[in-house]
């Protein structure tokens, strides 16, 4: 690829050449790239999805046949060579073609931020925009703004700090994420799951449950770091960023939106530490810090200081381990708390728990007169110690009782503002939060919370219709033909973790 001055502008790597496709590597044709199309999506015999950056960075050269996207090979570059540091990767951010991925990328109604710009109305001179911003990344004249502070209800009845980001920023930040999501996600662990491509929540919840239901695990440690992305020490992210990118542009550019500042009430305040939740990069760059701070650190500890089996799974700062032995677990939570303090983070002391949990924890319990196994909760659910019709120990899950309350309350307020809108457009809506609910609570054994759900959502809205006229009443019967119509049955959504974990595996 050639830049403005008719030079090549490809990426340098130390220690190798780099081939004609600008990165180091076998020029394979096993990337499965024809035609500047995808191989999947040319079987299919379907068009490119508009937006989608994969088919738009390969580029027909003067032969009019293609060379294989540069940036494709940046994983294989990545997964070869673990010390290897990226030289070159700013060029690939402010591309047109990249930054038009990153816009179809954003949230269309998410709220403005300190510039007041929205996504339609940026989008209504996209082309002339997104040229206008890369001259300004190639420049070096981008400068970020400060993230609009508001604040949002926990289940617990605190306030949560959101950073609402100007839509450029956010706009630049997808575009980064995007490209250094080629190199990360060959570098993080299995047992990371928060925020990555391809990963999910439930995948998550089933290899928790897996790990609990097949390995020797009797104790669990609940992990709750302390304010973690208010803390996040920006020069040790700086660090953790250079042990792979030595591209200067690129750690300028993420310096820039970490000391953007933060704009809460009309005043700019500078941050020292912290990444505002709600920027596009903010997840990555959380993993990334945690990558180093926890991951590497946890997974040589399980192999060189424990005896007995360890499970880990991570999902941001959501964290929970798994131990054999008690003593293990203890000594693991004394050196983490050590090992969290150098990177000026800090376990909760009152959240962060070690409880018996497993096959042997009812019975264990039950001999030492302590009753019932303790619950840990995980990504919306609590996990319980339970038993099947057989007697064979599993792993039950139900919602987590604050959240489904906080969430009927949420209910409860817009039935109340919704009151005389028509009885169709509530419906749509409700058969919308309903479905949601159970497409993510929908797990084996958790069909009565489900159903209680659903019960309490109905009898809310049969209050509202019978509180929308004085004469008017809205008569049993008829409030079960509308919940019959609107609200989707409370049923199981997924399958058993090992289940479908033997299939995605």
Not at 408 to 416: P, Y
Request: proline share 4%; net charge positive.
């Amino acid at each position: 690829m050639m830049n403005e001055h008719g030079k090549s502008d490809r990426p340098i790597v130390p220690g190798k050449s780099p081939n004609k496709a600008g990165v180091p590597g076998d020029r394979s044709s096993s990337l499965g790239w024809k035609a500047g199309q995808p191989a999947a999506e040319e079987m299919e015999g379907r068009g490119l999805a508009k937006g989608n950056l994969g088919q738009q960075n390969a580029f027909r050269t003067q032969g009019r046949v293609d060379a294989p996207s540069e940036l494709a090979q940046i994983p294989q570059t990545a997964k070869s060579n673990k010390d290897v540091k990226f030289t070159a990767l700013m060029h690939y951010i402010y591309r047109i073609d990249t930054l038009r991925f990153a816009y179809f990328q954003l949230k269309r109604q998410a709220a403005a931020g300190v510039d007041g710009e929205t996504w339609r109305h940026y989008g209504e001179a996209l082309e002339a925009n997104l040229q206008n911003l890369s001259h300004r990344l190639k420049r070096g004249a981008y400068r970020a703004k400060p993230v609009r502070r508001v604040y949002i209800p926990k289940a617990d009845g605190r306030q949560r700090p959101l950073g609402v980001t100007a839509l450029e920023d956010k706009l630049v930040q997808r575009a980064a994420v995007e490209v250094l999501n080629h190199i990360y996600e060959t570098d993080f662990l299995g047992f990371s799951y928060g925020f990555r491509p391809g990963r999910s929540q439930h995948q998550a919840l089933d290899a928790l449950w897996c790990g609990l239901d097949g390995r020797r695990v009797n104790w669990v440690l609940d992990l709750d770091v302390r304010s973690f992305f208010d803390r996040l020490s920006h020069a040790w992210l700086v660090q953790f960023l250079q042990h792979r990118i030595a591209d200067r542009r690129v750690v300028r550019l993420i310096q820039k939106w970490l000391n953007a500042g933060v704009l809460e009430e009309g005043k700019r305040t500078q941050v020292e530490a912290g990444s505002p939740q709600g920027g596009s990069a903010s997840p990555l760059l959380a993993n990334l810090y945690l990558h180093y701070v926890f991951d590497l650190w946890v997974q040589a500890w399980r192999k060189k200081r424990a005896h007995g089996d360890v499970i880990v799974v991570r999902y941001a700062d959501d964290i929970v381990v798994g131990f054999e032995f008690k003593d293990e677990a203890e000594r693991f939570w004394a050196e983490l708390k050590q090992r969290m303090q150098k990177f000026q983070l800090e376990l909760h002391p009152e959240k962060t728990r070690l409880i018996e949990f497993g096959r042997h924890a009812a019975k264990n319990r039950n001999r030492a007169g302590l009753g019932k196994p303790e619950t840990f909760n995980f990504l919306g659910f609590t996990h319980i110690c339970g038993k099947t019709k057989k007697g064979r120990f599993i792993v039950l899950r139900q919602t987590v009782r604050k959240r489904m309350q906080a969430k009927l309350q949420e209910v409860k307020t817009e039935l109340r503002r919704r009151m005389h809108d028509p009885v169709p457009e509530v419906g749509e809506w409700l058969k919308s939060v309903v479905g949601g609910h159970i497409r993510y609570f929908g797990v084996p054994g958790n069909r009565y919370a489900l159903a209680h759900f659903r019960l309490t959502v109905s009898r809310l809205w049969h209050h509202v219709l019978r509180r929308r006229s004085q004469k008017g009443r809205v008569q049993w019967e008829r409030m079960q033909r509308l919940i019959q119509r609107w609200l989707p049955p409370a049923h199981i959504y997924h399958p058993y973790p090992s289940r479908r974990l033997r299939v995605t595996t």
